[in-house]
């Protein structure tokens, strides 16, 4: 098992940057392909963006693609998220989620989700 642990949130204004990181604890962190989701109020959960292994390979949904970046540092067992030029439509929790597959749908392990609300 693997426990993961988000943080990062906050307000910040349209335009602006934040950075999300998820602290993962347990079981051999670079065993996981690693991806970030978010959920609005009164949205479905969806899909933000994934990373290998290794790192070596990642996907954006699009909504978020040149704007987001995924990365991680296997030895800090830690994934982030940097977000920039956010978008109120950005508003949501944000989870990260850690997975046997890559790429992958289902995923087995999820942090405790972080806030982010962008002001327009």
């Known amino acids: 098992q693997v426990q993961l642990v988000d943080s990062g949130g906050g307000l910040v204004q349209a335009g602006g940057s934040l950075r999300l990181s998820c602290a993962a604890s347990?079981?051999?962190?670079?065993?996981?392909?690693m991806g970030w989701f978010r959920q609005a109020p009164g949205k479905e959960r969806e899909f933000v963006a994934a990373?290998?292994?290794?790192?070596?390979?990642?996907y954006y949904a699009d909504s978020v693609k040149g704007r987001f970046t995924i990365s991680r540092d296997n030895a800090k067992n830690t994934v982030y998220l940097q977000m920039n030029s956010l978008k109120p439509e950005d508003t949501a929790v944000y989870y990260c989620?850690?997975?046997?597959?890559?790429?992958?749908?289902?995923?087995?392990?999820w942090g405790q989700g972080t806030q982010v609300t962008v002001s327009s």
């Open positions: 989620a850690a997975s046997y597959h890559y790429p992958s749908i289902t995923y087995d392990y």
């Open positions: 990373i290998s292994w290794s790192g070596g390979n990642t």
């Open positions: 347990g079981r051999t962190f670079s065993s996981y392909a």
